[in-house]
């Protein structure tokens, strides 16, 4: 029997509706009704629900529906390749939160670099602001809580104002009367990103962590 006709027997068996269902898993009455049309399946935890609402094992309800096995197979796949992006996009992001750091304290700058070296560096610095952006579209942000949120939002904030503290002072020190918007522009956007990926590697590592294991 598949899984869709077993919920609307369970459901039957117990004498509630499809609203009634909906309200004891916390969805709407649409999605029980997709469930049972088979236009959707539930996701894992999902399962674990149904199973303790009608009281059967994870084994009766997936039991010789072939199709919605084939389909958690295909979705655990997905989710490792997205696993697997999102650890290495985090472990680029280390790179780039260590050069941004260096950076802001002087100790690594294009300019004190050959031609060759400052090109390659330059290369490797613009595949890291990518990544910077990338990191955050790979992120799963239903496991963050919102104060997880508001306390990224935050640090960026801290992070920005601090950084721009930082290279005003530069500026102030090294610029010449050939300064110009664009550069400032420029510098602009590299505090903005720094602080970004800093943000990233500090309230990350947690997801990072988990997703490496997985």
Same mark, same amino acid.
């Given at each position: ?78 989710? =490792?390749?997205?696993? $697997?992006? @999102? ?5 680029? +992001?280390?790179?780039? %939160?260590?050069? *941004? ?59 920005? =104002?601090?950084?721009? $503290?930082? @290279? ?5 020190? +090294?610029?010449?009367? %050939?300064?110009? *918007? ?33």
């Amino acid at each position: 029997m598949e899984f869709a006709q077993k919920m609307k027997e369970y459901r039957n068996s117990h004498g509630w509706t499809q609203q009634e269902v909906a309200e004891k898993l916390n969805v709407s009455r649409k999605t029980i009704s997709s469930w049972e049309n088979k236009r959707s399946y539930p996701d894992i935890f999902m399962l674990v629900q149904i199973s303790d609402l009608y009281h059967v094992t994870l084994d009766d309800l997936l039991r010789e529906d072939h199709e919605m096995i084939n389909n958690y197979k295909k979705e655990h796949a997905t989710d =490792a390749k997205k696993d $697997r992006a @999102f650890v290495n996009s985090y472990w680029i +992001n280390i790179i780039g %939160s260590i050069y *941004f750091m260096l950076n802001s304290c002087g100790l690594v700058r294009l300019s004190m670099l050959p031609d060759g070296w400052r090109w390659l560096l330059g290369a490797l610095v613009g595949l890291v602001i990518v990544n910077a952006f990338c990191l955050l579209s790979q992120t799963n942000w239903q496991q963050l809580s919102k104060p997880t949120k508001l306390g990224m939002l935050a640090t960026g904030v801290v992070l920005a =104002a601090l950084l721009t $503290r930082i @290279f005003s002072i530069n500026l102030f020190h +090294n610029a010449s009367s %050939s300064y110009t *918007f664009g550069y400032g522009f420029g510098q602009g956007f590299t505090v903005g990103v720094a602080a970004l990926s800093i943000t990233e590697l500090l309230w990350l590592y947690a997801q990072f962590n988990q997703r490496r294991n997985a």
